[in-house]
């Protein structure tokens, strides 16, 4: 999209030559363009980013950096309360993403009416309290709708989260021009299935773009080492220095100021266990 119009354009080989280890180019880069002779485009260069939304996509060929939006001014972390289960480490991950690429968020927990809101609350609301704003929405009662289209006018947005959680059917409430495609979770697995399948920025008639990037069913962190982890759960960095140790995991430790602060209450347990499973693996078992 151009002060001009719209072009259809391709990359210059020039910037896919040689080996690379992610995406050129990603839903709402900047890039600089030449207008060909049949009306369509050359994208030319792409410009630095200010900050982008990544995930660690592994291929038959290796790790490979999937950049699923760029220069996003927030995203939306869409989750279901149910239909299909939340997936609250997912979540997490994301959260890490966010912060250590300094992208506001703002979380979405749908489909309140198959739970009802005590019952929502019950499972997204310790999410406020460490600086998450969480909104309940449902497209069946139109709840929380209104207000979600305002945080989206005037801003490039990014919706994500995993299949079937209702992120297409959210846009299409919005604006019901989009006509976004939806389909509805298969019940023998309680699994939702793709529905979008490319990543597309839309144009809101009250200013501002958003873009819904397909259903995950994995997440996996890029150039994200377990000792950052600290600085990335807001919970958690405040309270690393009251630690009897600077190399302390936060496990079994002697001195352990996070370890206390999850059996006080202070720390949400989940979330917790979000951390250790994020830097001490996933094989970690619990008690």
Sequence with gaps: ????????????GRLKRGPRLGDITAVGDRVLISPLADGSGAVEEVLPRVRELVRLAPTPRGEYRQVLFANLDQVLL???CA?????????????????????????????????????????????????YPVHYTSTKTGRGVRDLKKILIGKLSGLAGPSGVGKSSLLNTIQPALGIAVREVSDATDKGKHTTVVRELHALTEGGYVADVPGLKSLGLWDI????????????RDLVSDCQFNDCLHLDDPGCAIREAVENGKINYDRYESYLRMRLGDELAFE
């Design 78 to 80: 869409v989750f279901a």
């Design 225 to 236: 080492e377990p000792e950052e982890l600290d600085g990335y759960f807001p919970e958690i």
């Design 1 to 12: 999209m151009t002060e001009q119009g719209q072009y259809i354009c391709r990359l210059r």
């Design 83 to 131: 239909s299909p289960e939340p997936k609250l480490r997912m979540l997490d991950r994301f959260l890490v993403i966010c912060e250590k690429q300094k992208i506001p968020v703002q979380i979405i927990a749908n489909k309140v009416d198959l739970i009802g809101l005590r019952d929502a609350k019950s499972l997204f609301s310790h999410y406020v309290p460490i600086g």
